[in-house]
């Protein structure tokens, strides 16, 4: 690391804590506090001190590509490990993996955030999520490349700059509720829940398009359903195994909101 005061004329190192990192992937300021992503974890340092500190250890060695402040939260994206997102809203005191939904071993290389919405830009293509992490969402229709190598939103679209395909963008509006400030919110009620054969998904009006998602706790698809003009839905456990689930409802192209259910005997 190197600083400069004046501008760029000259740069002095900027190293003290750092003699384990060979390589500085990215750096984000945070109040008052410094983080950079480096090849062996996180590092902070109160902006203005050159004394910084790993505060990542309770992830293990672990490569950290990007840094991503939303609100008081801070995400960290790592290379290639078992848990490619971990997030922190003390300033790395503690970091809580938030992994469900993305694959094993991806690269999470950028983020971005729309409203409500965080997007995170892997090799293996975009996810989105409105829970804090706590369940990603796959959005790579119509992309040819889903190596994600930098995003950014403005007033309508989602950016992303991919490996070998250019520059591809989508409209905001169509992807997840809580960005267009115009449409109401929606919700649903699920009861029972748990269950065991069948629940019932009451609607708060009728909607032409919707899609019935179901994934488990890994983050994997298990169930998948389209309807229309619905305001009332019959949902069947369907060989579901007993466990939780998250049931996702995205209505007339939006997305509504993530809940947990449980399939029980």
Known sequence: MYLSSDNGGTFSTWNSGLSSVTTVYTIVLKGSFLFLGTNNGIYKATAGTNSWALVSSSMGTVAVKSLFVAGSTLYAGTLGSTTGIYKT???GSTWTPVTTGIPLFSNVNCFAAAGANIFAGTDVGVFSTINGGGLWSPINTGLVDSTITVMATSANY???????????RRQLSQLYTGISQ?????????SPNPFNQSTQITLN???QNITLEIYDIQGKLMLQKEYSDKDKIL???EGLNNGMYFLKLPL??????????????
Do not use: A
């Not at 115009?182 to 699920?190: A, D, G, Y």
């Not at 007339?252 to 005997?265: A, F, H, N, P």
């Open 89 to 91: 809203i003390n300033d």
């Open 158 to 168: 989602l950016w992303v700059g991919t490996n070998s395909q250019g520059v591809w």
């Open 182 to 190: 115009s449409e109401p919110e929606t919700t649903f009620t699920l």
């Open 205 to 207: 009006k009728t909607y």
């Open 235 to 237: 949902l069947e456990s």
């Open 252 to 265: 007339d192209g939006k997305m509504v909101e993530t809940r947990k259910m449980v399939v029980s005997e």
